[in-house]
């Protein structure tokens, strides 16, 4: 099912698309952060990647239930915007040297990621309200929630820590 192909034709056709592509990106995401703990040198950024990776799989799970009270099993379809931000982030930490640097890089990748699971998860949960999925909306805005909490605690970690030292 393409984004704007005949198979959507509904809001509702539309969520469960959505909600099959951050599904898949969650997937991607639990399988790049393991790589970015070990690459991470400074201590605040490898704890706040390992967090990331036990929150990643609570939100699959959430994910899931969604599926489920919306009526769906739980489907991935590729997604090519997190496939572009994964390979991008993999591509600059490989050209990077300086360990100090490299976490600088790290995290505005960890920070595109975060941007694009804040911009999915609050589309979805507006959608399931709409859609009078209160239920669906409430789990999807817990995400959305945490996603906004990790991308503050990456950015205070650059702020405080990691920026200063890569300068």
Known sequence: MGLFSKDIKTLDDLFVHTLQDIYYAEHQIKKALPEMVDKASDPQ????????????????????????????????????????????????????????????????AAQAVEHYEINRYGTLAAWARRLGREDSAALLHQILDQEKATDEKLNRIAKTSVNTKAA
């Open 45 to 108: 950024l490898k704890q706040a990647f390992k967090s990331h990776l036990t929150e990643t799989d609570e939100q699959i799970k959430i994910v899931e239930k969604v599926f489920s009270l919306h009526g769906h099993k739980p489907k991935e379809v590729t997604c090519p915007a997190i496939n572009g931000i994964i390979h991008e982030a993999k591509d600059i930490a490989g050209d990077v040297e300086d360990k100090k640097v490299l976490d600088a890089a790290l995290i505005a």
